[in-house]
């Protein structure tokens, strides 16, 4: 951490506070969130050990779009002379942050060294109650799909934690936070002080922390040491309705209690534009946990589509300019249109739906998110289902399916129908289903990366050209001649 120039204090909490940071050998900016647990006995055992437990879970974890990277974590003892250095004054600004330096400098004063643990990690930009602020005082015109993209990212996000086993335990605005500033999607899920991982011996062991959390958004479980995933659910259903209802900050209180509490279910008034919104809010936000959905599964298959009714022309496409350019795309005209003029930086949303067609990607850092295996891109003759030629480019969470397999197995046949056909370079696949084509994934250039992926029902799973090229955790299934065909 002293090879960063930190620049300021962009955020504090209980235990410590998070800087933004520059480091100088790359010029890449991130965040460093500096935690320093209370020298006393009892309570510094207490918090040390919770800071451990976060910087364990944020180690392990893998990279998500919908999560906050964690790119290290470090352990050191500081002396004071060190702090001074690492920390100068001039950069704390608020009362309450020079109030935290001035602790850390009397605790200095009497201890030789103090022990710190800086977890370095993406910068982010605003948090979601920032943005919730902006739109309750003035609304965009593409407020709706600015609520479906969050809504649909949130819920990426909590499930990829669950699938990992660790409860979140503090689901709430201020812990969701846009990718840079200017509100730039997608939205990451942050601030891992309060979460558990239930794969660790530790947690398998003992109960979890009653009242974890922060009140108005805790399961009515969490009082007790009895708990699980399910209080996650019960936080994200209240977050999903602020979001789509804009609540207002000094309502939500009543709102919270007279819908949980009273069962009040009239008061979640929601545009006209939404649909099965209210239902999914209802479902997650029971108080008895047998009556709330049972997992981020039953999340992802609930909420199917929203659907806008005030779009009227179904090849037309909102755009939301926020430094890059976001869209839904409905169907495949509205597909071909948003790759036709696709600007860097550009992503595509994807409904669950079936895509007719050949799709060609081209250009730099385009995105494509699909919805999971219901979101089909569908091809058929002689052409590939998406041909992908270009830098940086990013497709997820879809199923890709050719309904021609004209056997040949022969190398010199790797031209023929692929259902993904992949050219120039960096671009990565993930969470990707293929079926179908004389190859599945028919791939040439370099620094590829293809994971998550899995092929079947094909004479050839993928041919592989090119150099750099990285291939991880790929099922094949009902391939009959090469599984994977790398190119000398």
């Known amino acids: 951490m002293s090879s960063l120039?930190?620049?300021a204090c962009i955020g504090n909490g209980s235990f410590g506070l998070v800087f933004a940071a520059t480091d100088p050998a790359t010029n890449s900016s991130s965040a460093v969130k500096v935690l320093f647990p209370e020298s006393d006995a009892e309570g510094g055992e207490v918090e040390e050990k919770q800071i451990r437990r976060e910087c364990t879970i944020t180690a392990n974890l893998d990279e998500h779009e919908n999560v906050v990277k964690i790119i290290s974590v470090t352990e050191k003892q500081l002396s004071l002379a060190e702090m001074e250095q690492l920390l100068p004054e001039n950069l704390f600004e608020t009362k309450e942050q020079t109030k935290f330096r001035a602790g850390l400098v009397h605790r200095l004063r009497i201890a030789t060294t103090i022990q710190g643990f800086f977890i370095q990690m993406e910068l982010c930009g605003e948090n979601l109650r920032k943005w919730l602020k902006k739109q309750i005082t003035q609304q965009d015109d593409n407020i709706h799909y600015q609520q479906f993209i969050i809504v649909r990212n949130l819920i990426a996000g909590l499930k990829y934690l669950h699938d990992n086993k660790i409860i979140h335990r503090d689901v709430k605005p201020e812990n969701v936070m846009f990718s840079k500033v200017g509100f730039v999607f997608p939205v990451k899920i942050g601030d891992f002080g309060l979460s558990r991982n239930l794969h660790l011996e530790e947690s398998q062991n003992s109960s979890l922390t009653s009242r974890a959390g922060t009140f108005g958004y805790m399961a009515?479980?969490?009082?007790?040491?009895?708990?699980?995933?399910?209080?996650?659910?019960?936080?994200?259903?209240?977050?999903?309705?602020?979001?789509?209802?804009?609540?207002?900050?000094?309502?939500?209180?009543?709102?919270?209690?007279?819908?949980?509490?009273?069962?009040?279910?009239?008061?979640?008034?929601?545009?006209?534009?939404?649909?099965g919104v209210k239902e999914l809010i209802i479902a997650l936000a029971k108080r008895q946990v047998g009556e709330r959905l049972k997992d981020m599964e039953q999340v992802s298959q609930f909420i199917v589509v929203w659907k806008f009714n005030s779009i009227q022309n179904n090849s037309a496409i909102t755009r939301i300019a926020n430094n890059n350019t976001n869209i839904i795309a409905k169907n495949e005209d509205e597909l071909h249109s948003f790759l036709l003029d696709a600007r860097p930086g550009s992503t595509v949303t994807l409904i669950e739906n079936r895509y007719r067609g050949t799709f060609l990607v081209q250009g730099e850092n385009i995105t494509i998110i699909g919805h999971g295996e219901t979101t089909i891109i569908e091809g058929s003759g002689s052409s590939s289902c998406i041909v992908v030629n270009g830098l940086g480019h990013k497709i997820s969470n879809l199923k890709i399916l050719h309904g021609g397999q004209d056997y040949k197995s022969t190398e010199d046949e790797v031209n023929d129908i692929a259902c993904l056909k992949v050219m120039g370079g960096g671009n990565s696949f993930c969470n990707v289903t293929l079926s179908g084509g004389t190859w599945c994934i028919s791939a040439s250039g370099s620094d590829h990366k293809f994971e998550k992926v899995k092929l079947s029902?094909?004479?050839?799973?993928?041919?592989?050209?090119?150099?750099?090229?990285v291939i991880r955790n790929v099922r094949l299934e009902r391939i009959y001649a090469f599984g994977i065909y790398i190119a000398p």
Do not use: M
């Not at 040491?225 to 789509?244: Q, R």
């Not at 209802?245 to 979640?268: P, Y």
């Not at 029902?457 to 090229?469: A, K, M, R």
């Open 5 to 7: 120039n930190y620049s």
């Open 220 to 275: 009515p479980e969490s009082f007790t040491k009895d708990y699980t995933f399910s209080a996650d659910l019960f936080a994200l259903g209240l977050v999903i309705w602020e979001i789509v209802q804009l609540i207002k900050f000094n309502e939500k209180k009543r709102l919270f209690d007279r819908l949980v509490n009273d069962r009040e279910e009239s008061l979640i008034q929601l545009p006209l534009e939404t649909q």
């Open 457 to 469: 029902d094909s004479p050839n799973g993928i041919h592989l050209g090119g150099s750099c090229n």
